[in-house]
């Protein structure tokens, strides 16, 4: 018997050009923050300067945060709150890629609850306590196309002190309005691009292995296979291919989808793991790392659902062994890897050393255990350290 919930309570603006219509669309407040990145590729390609001026079109009044990282932390998350409650925000914007919006989504949760944020985290070292209040309002603006948290409640937060990097979210972090303009992720250079679109990939793959899924998800994951197997090595060759732009920002979109109907599974708390103790790791390349020993381990766990990716990819099955038909999606994976240049990348090239594979694996198990909760098969602490092992070089 079927049973799930469904619910997706963002407004999406999608389609190039987007962007102006900010100066018409209805926000929900008059006071906000602009939640940007500490670089200035914001600034230098003027999105900014967009949003701000849609802002004082409509007469809003804003205040700017600009100290977001990659792997964004609880400190600048926890700074931006207070600032927040101190000028009495009504609302937040987050101008960015998914760093700058999680950080938005977890800056609206703390501007209205007291205390800290691992207060309210469920896993590592948090301590669980109920959400009190709503978020604030979240508007969503997306200059990057990867993890689809445009669609989706969830935040990805690093504790630097305990090196403890986890997922949380509650209802009100869905944003309330996102902006998802492909025209905006033209600038993205080619290697961003590959990464940020694998992660879309890992989020849809994920989503339909996951315990969790639903036949809704599992419409979204298949889609955004077969949406990132025929445009992303176009849109890494040649970033001025808007088609192909706008379907992987599709793509990104209906992976938030994913996530809000499925869920991510044990590979992403190994990620969690190596760019909690290496921050400097983009989280798309530490999953490209580690997918291909990742995704050989579970094949034969839930083969027809490998099957069914790899259809997706181009890959036929005909002829081929029972046994052989799953890992027909590895081979694909390798295939995309190399079409997009980034099959070469190595967890060393980013200081990861060979004896840490132990030690990131309790990381992963502790600090996000809820994902492994989603595995099909359930992966012990020796079989996530193979699989770190495995994939290392």
Not at 15 to 28: I, M, N, Q, S, T
Request: charged letters at 20%; one cysteine or more.
């Amino acid at each position: 018997m079927l049973d799930f919930d469904f619910s997706i309570p963002t407004k999406v603006l999608f389609g190039v050009g987007r962007l102006d219509e900010l100066k018409r669309e209805k926000l929900p407040g008059k006071l906000a923050l602009v939640v940007v990145s500490a670089g200035e590729t914001m600034k230098r390609n003027g999105y900014l300067d967009r949003v701000l001026t849609a802002l004082k079109h409509q007469g809003i009044e804003y205040l700017i945060f600009d100290k977001i990282r990659p792997n964004p932390s609880k400190a600048h998350v926890m700074e931006a709150a207070q600032f927040a409650r101190d000028n009495f925000c009504e609302f937040v914007i987050g101008v960015g890629g998914a760093s700058t919006i999680d950080a938005a989504k977890a800056i609206a949760l703390m501007a209205r609850n007291p205390g800290d944020l691992w207060d309210y985290i469920v896993t590592g070292s948090g301590k669980g306590k109920p959400v009190k209040n709503a978020a604030l309002p979240i508007v969503a603006v997306m200059t990057t196309a990867g993890t689809g948290t445009e669609a989706d409640p969830w935040m990805v937060i690093t504790d630097r002190d305990l090196q403890e990097k986890i997922g949380f979210g509650v209802p009100s972090t869905f944003p309330c309005l996102s902006v998802v303009d492909p025209e905006l992720t033209l600038s993205v250079p080619p290697f961003l691009t590959a990464i940020q679109g694998f992660d879309a990939f890992f989020h849809a793959a994920e989503g339909f292995i996951a315990e969790i899924a639903t036949p809704i998800s599992e419409a979204f994951s298949l889609q955004v296979i077969r949406l990132i197997f025929k445009n992303l090595p176009k849109a890494v060759h040649d970033g001025s291919d808007i088609e192909a732009r706008t379907n992987i920002a599709l793509a990104s979109l209906l992976s938030g989808m994913v996530q809000s109907t499925s869920s991510c599974t044990s590979e992403h708390s190994m990620e969690h793991a190596m760019t909690a103790f290496h921050p400097e790791l983009p989280h798309g390349a530490g999953l490209l790392m580690i997918s291909e020993a990742y995704f050989s381990f579970f094949a034969k766990y839930v083969p027809d659902r490998f099957i069914k990716m790899a259809h997706m990819m181009g890959e036929t099955t005909d002829g081929l062994p029972e046994e052989e038909k799953p890992y027909t999606f590895v081979h694909a994976l390798q295939k995309l890897k190399k079409e997009c240049g980034v099959d070469q990348l190595k967890m060393s090239d980013y200081g990861i050393q060979a004896d840490e594979m132990e030690k990131l694996a309790r990381n992963a198990h502790k600090t996000m255990s809820n994902l492994f909760a989603m595995d099909r098969y359930t992966l012990s602490l020796k079989e996530n350290i193979e699989i770190f092992k495995a994939a290392y070089r």
